[in-house]
């Protein structure tokens, strides 16, 4: 059913929906979620069988074009890709070394992405398929270099340009912790577990960065800036930076003997258990299912992280109380990437840039179908409850 069938089928009808809770706002055909079932499946595959068998790369081209690559279109992409990687140098020198010392590298983040419009203003033809092509090719190589800059320069340490001689994770990790020539080897099973957390975070139908990747998108601004509002949403502590809230709550907490009194806190409403919880979800994320396979790969190279036996302990009290299990609270996505990030020696201020960098290809891949689709601006009414209408009163008067 399009726009124009359903005015004729509900005439002036409206609904009040807020936080579109009950709202769907686009058809789409990207990322399928049972919330009830915990399933997720990118473009119709299981993500268990693409963390399994697949790379990030390839996973962020099936978002994009709906189909698995075959292996002469797969080469095309990575090359692509590649050859995208660096950034101009004012976007580095004279943009992000601007920043107050102490900026949060997902405020930078940000800041770099919007930035990179005025770098290639003909983003704009957004009516040219090869155009699309291009842009969407710089957004993704450019992230893992805009996210390791933003970290080095807060924490004081000097640029480190792309070495294309490297994978996509390997070259991220590369340009985050080099530190002496010729070239930074990244352990292989670091680099794995990371591309699988790539995987996982690369798409999640329409939560609120995606939405607002459509929203502002709809209005024929150019993928810059539509993607720089999306990460601005992401941003948020009850989005993208809840994994950063989760390792606070678990430094507070301290130690497995505070869990209880902790739960019975949350219980009481003295705050939130931060990586529990989903709108959709209604049963185990399956993402979570899957981090925490890939928390032992990662521990095995890096040690415990010694914050792993309170998260196990917070899920087992929570998941056994009544609290909990009458909400369907289960532990999201992010109640365990945090873990794993921190034990990888990621600052916690990097977890939501790590989440911004693969889901890129999420947003992009809704802003090819939005394109496509030709939808209107996106536009939505509001119930006015505000003053009748009353008299102005001058200023002396009042
Ligand atoms: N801890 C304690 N209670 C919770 C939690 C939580 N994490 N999440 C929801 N609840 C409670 C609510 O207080 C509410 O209780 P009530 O019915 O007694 O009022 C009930 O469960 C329903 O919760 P809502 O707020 O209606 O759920 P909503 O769908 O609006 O919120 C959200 C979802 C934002 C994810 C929420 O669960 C939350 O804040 N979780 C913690 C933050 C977090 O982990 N965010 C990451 C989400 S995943 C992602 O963005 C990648």
């Known amino acids: 059913v399009d726009s124009s069938q359903w005015k004729k089928l509900l005439g002036n009808t409206w609904f009040y929906d807020p936080a579109y809770t009950q709202t769907a706002a686009t058809s789409s055909?990207?990322?399928?979620?049972?919330?009830?079932?915990?399933?997720?499946?990118?473009?119709?595959?299981?993500?268990?069988?693409?963390?399994?068998?697949?790379?990030?790369?390839?996973?962020?081209?099936?978002?994009?074009?709906?189909?698995?690559?075959?292996?002469?279109?797969?080469?095309?992409?990575?090359?692509?890709?590649?050859?995208?990687?660096?950034?101009?140098?004012?976007?580095?020198?004279?943009?992000?070394?601007?920043?107050?010392?102490?900026?949060?590298?997902?405020?930078?983040?940000?800041?770099?992405?919007?930035?990179?419009?005025?770098?290639?203003?003909?983003?704009?033809?957004?009516?040219?398929?090869?155009?699309?092509?291009?842009?969407?090719?710089?957004?993704?190589?450019?992230?893992?270099?805009?996210?390791?800059?933003?970290?080095?320069?807060?924490?004081?340490?000097?640029?480190?340009?792309?070495?294309?001689?490297?994978g996509f994770t390997a070259n991220f990790l590369s340009m985050m912790w080099k530190i002496a020539e010729p070239r930074y080897d990244a352990n292989y099973a670091l680099a794995h577990a990371l591309d699988t957390l790539f995987i996982l975070h690369a798409d999640h139908e329409l939560n609120c960065g995606t939405a607002t990747m459509r929203m502002i998108a709809s209005s024929n601004s150019d993928p810059y800036s539509s993607a720089a509002g999306a990460a601005a949403a992401l941003y948020g502590p009850r989005h993208g930076g809840a994994n950063e809230a989760v390792i606070r709550m678990l430094n507070r907490i301290g130690s497995i003997d505070n869990v209880n009194s902790f739960v019975e806190g949350v219980k009481n409403g003295d705050e939130k258990l931060m990586g529990f919880g989903h709108r959709v979800y209604k049963n185990y994320d399956p993402r979570a299912r899957i981090i925490k396979q890939t928390a032992d790969e990662v521990f095995a190279v890096t040690g415990k992280n010694p914050l792993l036996d309170i998260a196990l302990k917070l899920e087992e009290v929570a998941l056994e109380d009544d609290y909990f299990k009458s909400r369907k609270l289960y532990p999201n996505v992010d109640f365990y990437s945090g873990l794993i990030y921190q034990a990888m020696g990621f600052p916690t201020e990097m977890f939501t840039v790590l989440f911004a960098i693969p889901r890129m290809s999420g947003w992009l891949a809704h802003w090819k179908e939005l394109m496509e689709q030709d939808q209107k601006i996106a536009r939505p009414r509001q119930l006015y409850v505000g003053a009748g209408e009353r008299s102005f009163v001058e200023l002396g008067d009042r």
Request: with cysteine; glycine share 6%; net charge negative.
């Open 29 to 166: 055909a990207i990322t399928e979620i049972d919330g009830e079932n915990g399933i997720l499946r990118y473009r119709g595959y299981p993500i268990e069988e693409l963390a399994e068998k697949s790379s990030y790369l390839e996973v962020a081209y099936l978002l994009i074009f709906g189909e698995l690559p075959t292996e002469d279109q797969f080469a095309e992409w990575v090359h692509d890709i590649t050859y995208h990687t660096f950034i101009h140098e004012n976007v580095r020198k004279r943009f992000l070394e601007g920043f107050h010392h102490d900026a949060h590298p997902m405020g930078m983040l940000v800041s770099a992405i919007a930035a990179l419009s005025t770098f290639y203003p003909n983003a704009k033809e957004i009516d040219d398929e090869d155009n699309r092509y291009r842009q969407t090719v710089r957004l993704i190589a450019k992230m893992p270099t805009l996210a390791a800059a933003c970290h080095r320069f807060s924490v004081g340490q000097p640029f480190v340009y792309p070495d294309n001689s490297l």
